[in-house]
T-cell receptor, first 117, second 112 residues
Framework: AQTVTQSQPEMSVQEAETVTLSCTYD???????LFWYKQPPSRQMILVIR??????QNATENRFSVNFQKAAKSFSLKISDSQLGDAAMYFC??????????????FGKGTHLIIQP | KAGVTQTPRYLIKTRGQQVTLSCSPI?????VSWYQQTPGQGLQFLFE???????NKGNFPGRFSGRQFSNSRSEMNVSTLELGDSALYLC???????????FGSGTRLTVV
């Protein structure tokens, strides 16, 4: 079974600065997807960024980018120019590509990101 | 376009009762999955449906069940509720292989 580990329960960053959230995962598969989701107090999980394991290029979405190290099984999220609206719980998630991903998403425990004004 | 709609938003039930939660996915999204979120266990996969068929189920007892209708709407049912079933239940839909999941706002279930 796959596992996802987020070693930082909480992170704090000054507004406009850059912060990196860590995520490692364990899998014996070679083909899979990785995601970062954001969950603000409103409870709705919002997709921040996705990465396909067979693509070496790191995914980027505006101020959000990842550092995907497949051999190290590491998938960190970098948030540049942090904004107050970025404050939320961030979850790293894994989804197998085999079997059509019918096992759903495996989530880490989450990192609570605090933005200091 | 409309998002994923989960009803009800909040629910309070008594131990031993049963409950049914509903999820209406985005139009055209045929895959629907359910997750349980608790402070202790985090987010855990319950089950996934595609074209009215359950494709897989997480490690939950048989009291947890679900189904999907021909219009892709899904329901999950929990029978003989226990205090430990208190959680946020999230529904997610997926457009297809390789796409991220879109989540609803969840149903907050409290068992007293």
């Amino acid at each position: 079974a796959q596992t996802v580990t987020q070693s930082q329960p909480e992170m704090s960053v000054q507004e406009a600065e850059t912060v990196t959230l860590s995520c490692t995962y364990d899998t014996s598969e070679s083909d899979y997807y990785l995601f970062w989701y954001k969950q603000p107090p409103s409870r709705q999980m919002i997709l921040v960024i996705r990465q396909e394991a067979y693509k070496q290029q790191n995914a980027t979405e505006n101020r959000f980018s990842v550092n995907f190290q497949k051999a190290a099984k590491s998938f960190s999220l970098k948030i540049s120019d942090s904004q107050l609206g970025d404050a939320a719980m961030y979850f790293c998630a894994y989804r197998s590509r085999s079997g059509g991903g019918a096992d759903g998403l495996t989530f880490g425990k989450g990192t609570h990101l605090i933005i200091q004004p | 376009k409309a998002g994923v709609t989960q009803t009800p938003r909040y629910l309070i039930k008594t131990r031993g009762q049963q409950v049914t939660l509903s999820c209406s996915p985005i139009s055209g999204h045929r895959s629907v999955s359910w997750y349980q979120q608790t402070p202790g266990q985090g987010l855990q996969f319950l089950f996934e449906y595609f074209s009215e068929t359950q494709r897989n189920k997480g490690n939950f007892p048989g009291r947890f069940s679900g189904r999907q209708f021909s219009n892709s709407r899904s329901e999950m049912n929990v029978s003989t509720l226990e205090l430990g079933d208190s959680a946020l239940y999230l529904c997610a839909c997926n457009r297809g292989e390789g796409w991220g999941y879109t989540f609803g706002s969840g149903t907050r279930l409290t068992v007293v």
